[in-house]
């Protein structure tokens, strides 16, 4: 069983920051109940494409964990809530802030019953400010974060981000964090609510930006720093075939290896001068067109030259690096076949993650769940 077997986890979160972050605490064995109100339950469940009856987003978020249908705005169902609330060590919650006091299970109030629980709430603007309320998704938190500005061509318009970045690093802060405060309830005795906010999440994830702007007031923008594109030595370049491979040589040592590999060490010590950097990046341009993709993967092998192929996510996952870190699953299922979905991030030597169930059905573990509070 994972480390986290003793742990018990109320999970009132829906679509993907809470749904991830209690997933990761399966993962690692953590008793993960996912409550969900009756009929239609976490939104997730619609997305498609499908397995069966079954979303593969939900299911890649949601593995590991029991499903209890439950209404809290009926009476009766809230009693239950508590009753649940007293054996467990966590609840993890999304709603707009005022929402489960407004249903009564706010933290105040199930403290009173449990004083060692541990509450999370994750939203998009925190507790305080003029934004509370304001509903949003991923890139508006990026965008007012000041993160979307950073990516695209320098005179151009900002890149729509590829990934849900305000989601997955708020999941990752809220599983740091709860485990934090499950640390100090173990030590004291005494639970605590944490607040997680996705914009506060964004304008922290850049210590390089922040550390540039409060160092010397420099804006950094895409297209004018190191990180977007400034510098020839980490950035992308096209190949013949019309593929792309990505530079990040910025040490010394690896650049150096990088112009050893294109036979052009005439510009070793030009990359000092700023004001050869269009000619140094015009000049890798024209290398890397040289070849296809796949002779520069070849050729990279073993040169520490920094160059990485820009792959598409099924490649990627093709790759002998993501087998060997068996980073996807394999899994037989009696109702819906064999499937994969996502392997494991961190590998714990005495007490591994593991896939103990697929995601659940709505409900589907009510009746379990329940009885085992008579007991």
């Known amino acids: 069983m994972g480390p986290l077997q003793d742990v018990r986890i109320l999970d009132l979160s829906r679509l993907l920051p809470g749904p991830f972050c209690t997933r990761m605490f399966a993962d690692m064995g953590a008793d993960v109940i996912k409550i969900e109100e009756p009929v239609k339950g976490d939104y997730a469940r619609d997305f498609v494409p499908r397995r069966g009856d079954f979303a593969c987003w939900f299911m890649e978020v949601n593995r590991n964990k029991r499903s209890v249908a439950m209404d809290l705005k009926q009476e009766e169902d809230k009693a239950v809530f508590m009753e649940l609330a007293k054996t467990a060590d966590v609840v993890v919650e999304s709603f707009r802030p005022g929402v489960m006091k407004k249903l009564g299970i706010d933290f105040e109030t199930v403290r009173k019953i449990n004083p060692k629980i541990v509450y999370c709430a994750i939203t998009g603007y925190g507790t305080k400010g003029p934004l509370v309320k304001q509903a949003d998704h991923d890139i508006g938190y990026q965008s007012l974060a000041g993160l979307v500005s950073l990516s695209g061509k320098r005179y151009g318009s900002p890149a729509i981000p590829g990934i849900l970045i305000a989601d997955m690093q708020a999941s990752a802060m809220a599983g740091m964090s709860i485990l934090a405060a499950l640390h100090h309830a173990e030590k004291t005795g005494e639970g605590q609510e944490i607040s997680i906010s996705l914009f506060d999440t964004c304008l922290a994830l850049v210590p390089g930006v922040s550390a540039t702007y409060f160092g010397n007031g420099f804006v950094n923008m895409r297209g004018n720093n190191w990180l977007s594109g400034?510098?020839?030595?980490?950035?992308?370049?096209?190949?013949?075939?019309?593929?792309?491979?990505?530079?990040?040589?910025?040490?010394?040592?690896?650049?150096?290896?990088?112009?050893?590999?294109?036979?052009?060490?005439?510009?070793?010590?030009?990359?000092?001068?700023?004001?050869?950097?269009?000619?140094?990046?015009?000049?890798?341009?024209?290398?890397?067109?040289?070849?296809?993709?796949?002779?520069?993967?070849?050729?990279?092998?073993?040169?520490?030259?920094?160059?990485?192929?820009?792959?598409?996510?099924?490649?990627?996952?093709?790759?002998?690096?993501?087998?060997?870190?068996?980073?996807?699953?394999?899994?037989?299922?009696?109702?819906?076949?064999?499937?994969?979905?996502?392997?494991?991030?961190?590998?714990?030597?005495?007490?591994?993650?593991?896939?103990?169930?697929?995601?659940?059905?709505?409900?589907?573990?009510t009746e379990e769940v329940l009885n085992e509070l008579v007991k």
Request: glycine letters at 4%; charged letters at 30%; one cysteine or more.
């Open 230 to 365: 400034a510098y020839p030595n980490y950035n992308i370049y096209q190949t013949e075939d019309g593929r792309y491979v990505s530079v990040g040589c910025l040490e010394e040592k690896f650049w150096t290896n990088l112009c050893n590999l294109l036979e052009r060490p005439d510009l070793i010590p030009l990359i000092r001068d700023e004001d050869k950097h269009v000619y140094i990046k015009h000049e890798l341009a024209a290398s890397f067109a040289e070849k296809p993709l796949k002779e520069w993967i070849e050729l990279a092998k073993g040169s520490d030259a920094c160059l990485a192929p820009v792959l598409n996510y099924d490649e990627a996952l093709a790759t002998e690096q993501a087998k060997a870190d068996e980073m996807v699953l394999e899994i037989e299922d009696a109702e819906l076949g064999n499937y994969k979905t996502m392997g494991f991030v961190p590998k714990f030597s005495k007490t591994p993650c593991a896939f103990y169930r697929r995601a659940p059905r709505l409900g589907e573990h």
